[in-house]
């Protein structure tokens, strides 16, 4: 079964850095693990709260990725405060 984990943070940097940073730890992640299969950012246009919600085809992808500590996953999150990390397994999706 497929799970999200969904990072929430806010951030003071600018949106087209953390975008581009964003997108070469996707590519980076994908490049050496299997996933994430999706990826959605959004941002909370009143609190200024970014979600970043990735889903994966399991756990085990998920925390593979998440245990090899890459440094551009360091870099990235040093563009952040970070207020919570989550992990759901989806039960329905259509």
Known sequence: MSIVRVTRFTT???TDGLL???AELIAAVRAEFAGPTATRLTRDTESQTWTDTWTWESAAHADAAAA???PLA???????????????????ER
């Open 12 to 14: 003071d940097h600018h």
């Open 20 to 22: 581009a940073k964003r």
């Open 68 to 70: 090899a500590r890459l």
């Open 74 to 92: 360091a870099e990235a999150f040093a563009l952040v405060e970070l207020k919570g990390v989550e992990t759901a397994e989806v039960v329905d």
